[in-house]
């Protein structure tokens, strides 16, 4: 929230520089994100921003304008700019023309900045901000070495229209920074300081960080028109989700432009000025916290006419009706001229015709104000926050009223601004308010003490002060305090809605003594026992050694939709999953819908995005995947961890500029060295088929009987569906996390080099072509007994002279013991042994 210091000067007296208020409002949890300075020095000036010369840009006051002699569209205006003699200005302002001939205008009180020679401006006739220096030069045969400033000429908005003129006393010469000069706190307004969203809100917690008091508005009301008893009614259905509603009538009110001390507060505070009824509007809402609206009330007054003519008009707050049709309830177009269908949850302002607006968030189209309106109806009311918030985001809208209503405001501050708007149009807009108003607040809240004392606080913020320091600093917010003995009993003030407990209290107190005055203290207690937690060391472990190994590690989100999922199948497979998704009741966007089933297709969604831009891609995931549970309402949390690879298999190097591209085999013996740095051994890879790979080029792992996963490259048609840009294949893999950690041995067995050298033997095997490698790897591990340390597939051969049927798997043995060295006698038997149980149990022959 944007907070002008002249607006919140008028609330209360600072006399800090600006950097050290925002300081103390950062510490005491009001954190101003940035300070922007308005044609006054302060901040890192890099010499982009206008700094106002206070010599030579200084407020001039219009006495006289005259038609320039020789331009039709020029004029020339007398200024006295508190110099030894006036100036006469050469301008084609268009609102200085309805001045022309009207003789001495000092009764008018008609001032504007004025720039010397020599000033620096912004161009008024370049777009954006362009700076100059002004020069004199003739005009039209009249030398002007002098200008009449307009808003886009000073930085203060875009209008260029005409002159900036001010009306009031001032006094020529003033310079124009010391009047408009200002400087803008940013405030981050998050959940827990909702009650500072407005001007009043922040003046409040500035005066009780520095022992000033609140000067707090106006909200006397001048009620001049007829009585508004019986004219207006107001009915909530639902009381839970509107507590208060408050209205006021005010006719004749004159649309025309808010006065320029308005239209510049409300700029500095990122508001665009519009007409002076939605100005003072929007005014109270910044000023206040507190949010309004005004209707129509002509138009309401034919509503109601059509239901029961001379009757009252009736404002009803209810919840939309329901349709005939399923899922086809009542609708609504709102100011922003989208048409909505409204949730069944949804707070509505109504009358007996229809929808009016929606409660709290946004008002309707064609209650509106118009050019035409000259009788409005102003409502002021409180609304459940949660309920507030829920409609926002079912709607998807958002409006500054619904971001202060969706973080709570007070049902007792919906009649201060309802009454401080209604005076304001009274005065700026020339209405006349009807007499009486309108309240309707069944339930008024109780306001309960709550008992704090000076030991509470020190238990739990750490401070020590006195009870009379703690009862003086919740005074200076507000809060009604009364000594009950050891105990303070402390009652909120009315604009506050998040005092709960005295854990709040507690808080509030720490706030005005300072956090940064927090003594730093050690931990009395005992401290836990600590423990550690395997899964998370070996989930970092596995992240490290696939750093190692070159990969690079993402996160994606955990939220997508089906059809995103979808893609990693061919165009109309079924999905091996049918578990349904779990869904999200309201999704942040319409690619966010329900919980992933697949860390797979989030990855190969990455490696197609970045395939744009790079060649060589090798990436990894370790995240969750979330199943739907038949044991409950909560989904199944499951561990996976995915690998992607896509491009060549090394960067491009000035000995090797066309390095081969990554294969299945890359990929399975990244995988084979991910088990073995993790000390998994009983693992083997089957070949397998599996939708998403291409067929003879998929296997599963299977880690001590149980499979985890599939590993291959990506069918073509699934890198159709993927969009991926690139020609080289695509290697993937998704493996079950829990599992794989399951598999890795608790304590690993070290063991010291090896003393003695290995006896390295090669064996060529005839074997059935459909053998899997990876049952006579195992046949032969068994045979081999102790001494054999290493067994290793070298080659595998198809062709003549092998047999039809058959192929040739050739292995690297190494036997060695761990106590001598192995005669050839010794190795012999082992081979022998081998020899025999391939040929016993699979039929292998010796390939001579």
């Known amino acids: 929230m944007r907070v002008p210091i002249s607006w919140l000067k008028e609330y209360v007296d600072i006399d800090l520089p600006v950097e050290e208020l925002a300081e103390k409002l950062t510490i005491a949890g009001l954190e101003v994100e940035k300070v922007e ?17 206070p010599e030579k840009l200084v407020l001039g006051q219009i006495l006289q304008v005259k038609q320039h002699p020789n331009a039709d569209r020029l004029v020339l205006a007398t200024v006295d700019y508190g110099g030894h003699e006036n100036e006469v200005v050469v301008t084609g302002a268009p609102n200085l023309f309805p001045y022309v001939g009207a003789g001495d205008l000092r009764d008018k009180r008609l001032y504007s900045p004025f720039a010397l020679e020599g000033a620096v401006l912004y161009d008024g006739q370049q777009d954006g901000q362009e700076k100059m220096t002004l020069k004199g030069r003739k005009l039209r045969g009249i030398y002007n070495r002098c200008m009449l400033c307009s808003e886009k000429e000073l930085g203060l908005s875009e209008e260029h229209e005409g ?19 200002d400087a803008v706190l940013d405030i981050a307004i998050i959940p827990n300081i909702a009650r500072a969203a407005s001007i009043v809100g922040v003046a409040r917690e500035v005066a009780a960080l520095t022992g000033k008091s609140v000067r707090y508005p106006d909200y006397d009301v001048v009620m001049e028109g007829p009585p508004v008893s019986g004219r207006v009614t107001i009915h909530t259905e639902n009381p839970n989700l509107n507590p208060r509603f408050v209205a006021l009538v005010i006719e004749g009110i004159e649309q025309k432009p808010s006065p320029f001390w308005m239209q510049q507060r409300l700029r500095l505070a990122g508001q665009r000025p519009i007409n002076v009824v939605v100005d003072i509007s929007n005014y109270v809402m910044l000023e206040m916290g507190q949010p309004n609206h005004t209707f129509d009330y002509d138009f309401l007054r034919r509503r109601a006419d059509e239901y029961a003519p001379d009757g009252p008009v009736r404002i009803i707050t209810r919840l939309p009706k329901k349709g005939r049709l399923p899922h086809k309830g009542e609708t609504l177009t709102t100011l922003d001229g989208a048409r909505r269908e409204l949730p069944e949850f949804t707070i509505l302002v ?12 946004m008002g309707g189209e064609d209650s ?3 050019a ?18 829920r409609s926002m985001d079912a709607l998807k809208i958002s409006s500054e009223a619904g971001f202060r209503f969706s973080r709570g405001v007070h049902p007792a501050q919906a009649l201060l601004g309802a009454k401080r708007a209604a005076e304001l149009m009274r005065r700026l807009a020339g209405g006349t308010v009807w007499q009486g108003i309108v309240d309707y607040y069944p339930n008024p809240p109780q306001q309960q003490p709550i008992a704090l004392s000076a030991a509470e606080v020190a238990r739990i913020g750490g401070i020590t002060p006195t009870k009379e320091e703690i009862a003086e600093m919740l005074r200076a917010l507000e809060f009604d305090v009364v000594d009950a003995g050891e ?9 506050r809605l998040d005092v709960e407990g005295t854990h709040d209290l507690v808080e509030e107190v720490c706030r005005v003594y300072g956090y940064d005055r927090i003594p730093q203290t050690e931990m009395s207690d005992t401290l836990p026992p600590q423990r550690n937690n395997p899964d998370l060391e070996t989930e970092e472990w596995i992240r490290d050694v696939l750093v190692e190994l070159g990969l690079q590690e993402i996160i994606t989100y955990r939220l997508t939709t089906s059809q ?46 970045n395939s744009r831009f790079k060649e060589r891609i090798a990436l990894f995931e370790i995240g969750q995947i979330y199943l739907g549970s038949e044991d409950g309402v909560l989904p199944d949390e499951l561990r996976r961890l995915s690998i992607v690879l896509s491009g060549p298999r090394r960067p491009e ?6 390095p081969p591209a990554y294969d299945f085999y890359d990929l399975s013996g990244l995988v084979a060295s991910l088990l073995e740095a993790l000390h998994v051994e009983d693992w083997q890879l089957e070949a397998d088929r599996h939708p998403t790979f291409r067929p003879g080029r998929c296997a599963r792992l299977v880690v001590g009987g149980q499979q985890l996963g599939h590993l291959g490259e990506v069918h073509p048609l699934v890198v159709e569906r993927l969009d991926a840009r690139t020609e080289a294949p695509i290697l993937a893999t998704e493996l079950d996390l829990d599992a794989l950690q399951a598999q890795i041995p608790e304590l690993r067995r070290i063991e010291p080099p090896p003393q003695y050298p290995a006896v390295h033997e090669d064996l060529a095997l005839i074997l059935d072509a459909n053998l899997p490698a990876a049952t006579v790897t195992e046949t032969i591990r068994q045979a081999g007994g102790f001494l054999l340390q290493d067994v290793q597939l070298f080659d595998v051969y198809m062709d003549s002279p092998i047999p039809p049927g058959k192929k040739s798997l050739a292995y690297h043995l190494s036997f060695q013991a761990p106590d001598k060295t192995l005669t050839d006698k010794q190795v012999r038997r082992q081979r022998d042994r081998i020899l025999q149980q391939l040929e016993k149990q699979l039929g292998a022959q010796l390939r001579e």
């Open 653 to 658: 190097h000035w000995a090797d500029d066309d």
């Open 487 to 495: 105990d303070l009993l402390v009652t909120a003030p009315d604009h």
């Open 372 to 389: 035409g309106t000259t009788s409005v109806l102003l409502e002021a009311a409180a609304w459940n926050f949660i309920n507030i918030r």
């Open 37 to 53: 300075y308005i044609g006054i020095p302060g901040g890192d000036d890099d010499g982009r921003r206008l700094v106002w010369d």
């Open 163 to 181: 002159i900036l003129i001010l009306q009031g006393d001032y006094t020529p010469g003033v310079p124009v920074q010391d009047l408009l000069g």
């Open 350 to 361: 109504t009358d007996p015709a229809g929808a009016l607006s929606l409660g709290g968030i």
């Open 564 to 609: 995103h999922e979808a893609r990693l199948l061919p165009a109309q497979q079924a999905p091996p999953d049918d578990r349904p998704y779990v869904t999200i009741a309201n999704p942040i966007s319409v690619e966010r819908v329900v919980m992933r089933h697949s860390l797979l297709a989030s990855a190969l969604e990455v490696l197609a995005e």
């Open 368 to 370: 509106e104000i118009s």
